[in-house]
């Protein structure tokens, strides 16, 4: 549930698959949040389809071991897996640019001119 919350904050799309996860999530799902509740256990061979941006996980070291490996043997961009219980700078991203001036003498002024 904290996960979720979390990640519904973030402004992300939830798809939460745990046993008892619909009940669990019955005060959230309906509410026009892009939340998704499935009764059951997650195959974590099934993650490597999966189009997400980050993969948020509870349970014993080795499920999270075996969840780990298949999120890194996907094809793609880098997929965090977030084991926190309470993390919710987890499932925000900020995106930055650097803009290395090294070329013009650590003059910025003399890039925008070229």
């Known amino acids: 549930l904290a996960q979720t ?8 799309a939830v798809l ?3 046993p008892g996860a619909p009940a669990a999530l019955s005060a959230l799902t309906g509410k026009g ?4 509740a499935i ?5 974590p061979v099934e993650a490597r389809s999966l ?3 980050v993969v948020a996980f509870s349970g ?16 793609g961009p880098i997929v ?3 084991s926190e219980v309470l993390n919710p700078a987890a499932y925000a991203h900020e995106r930055a640019v650097c803009v290395d001036t090294t070329a ?3 003059n910025a002024s003399l890039l925008a001119a070229a």
């Open 60 to 75: 014993t070291p080795e499920a999270a071991r075996i969840v780990r490996k298949v999120i890194a043997d996907r094809a």
């Open 5 to 12: 919350i979390q990640a519904l904050a973030a402004g992300n």
């Open 39 to 43: 009764d059951g256990r997650p195959d």
């Open 16 to 18: 939460a698959v745990a």
């Open 33 to 36: 949040l892009p939340l998704a």
């Open 80 to 82: 965090p897996l977030v």
């Open 51 to 53: 189009r997400v941006d």
């Open 104 to 106: 013009a003498g650590g």
